[in-house]
């Protein structure tokens, strides 16, 4: 089944570290997503981009940058891990407007 | 921009019972609404959406209600089962192709 696909699943950091997550799909979307959820607080959106070319913060983006290197690879970097960066970070495509997201497995990282 | 808001933030029912999630919305531009069931450990994943020109949508068990006027939609589950413990994220999406706004959740426990 065509599928988004995070890596790592889980990963434990030191402060002061880079870090990347990352994300790839199988579904041929065009749009990337990438979210970060924090106990209590939903889904907040870090950065999106709709095709290539195109990255877009979101709101919450200080502290990470992203890079889109083809239609099915999207990628998360924290430049220099903090604490409060400890949260479950999840990659979701769509295509197009106005139809569902899907959301990879999540990746839990822990800045120590 | 779009602002969700979503309420209760947990709801106990018993087994059997309905259970109801409101959520409201801001921008009166958002013309797709999908709700998202999230386990616990797990991803976020669609369980039904509607678009503005519907009022009400059924699949089995649960169902959505859209007032377009008073700019708030619901999530009603009936017969609940303990299955259906979770968090419940609503969200709104304008059709001009902008992101989804999630609402902060709510965490539904049925007890048996």
């Known amino acids: 089944d065509a599928d988004v696909t995070q890596t790592p699943r889980n990963r434990i950091t030191k402060t002061g570290k880079r870090i990347m997550l990352e994300c790839s799909q199988t579904k041929g979307h065009d749009r990337m997503y990438w979210y970060r959820q924090d106990p209590g607080l939903g889904l907040q959106l870090i950065y999106y981009?709709?095709?290539?070319?195109?990255?877009n913060k979101g709101e919450i983006s200080d502290g990470y940058s992203v890079s889109r290197q083809a239609q099915a690879k999207f990628s998360l970097s924290l430049e220099s891990a903090i604490p409060n960066q400890t949260a479950l970070y999840f990659c979701?495509?769509?295509?197009?407007?106005?139809?569902?997201?899907?959301f990879g497995q999540g990746t839990r990282l822990t800045v120590v | 921009g779009e602002n969700v808001e979503q309420h209760p933030s947990t709801l106990s029912v018993q087994e059997g019972d309905s259970a109801v999630i409101k959520c409201t919305y801001s921008d009166s531009a958002s013309n797709y609404f999908p709700w998202y069931k999230q386990e616990l450990g797990k991803r976020p994943q669609l369980i039904i959406d509607i678009r503005s020109n519907v009022g009400e949508k059924k699949d089995q068990r649960i169902a959505v209600t859209l007032n377009k006027t008073a700019k708030h939609f619901s999530l009603h589950i009936t017969e609940t089962q303990p299955e259906d413990s979770a968090v419940y994220f609503c969200a709104a999406r304008p059709n001009y192709g902008q992101n989804f706004v999630f609402g902060p959740g709510t965490r539904l426990s049925v007890l048996p």
């Open positions: 979701a495509t769509s295509q197009g407007a106005g139809t569902e997201a899907f």
């Open positions: 981009s709709f095709d290539v070319k195109d990255i």
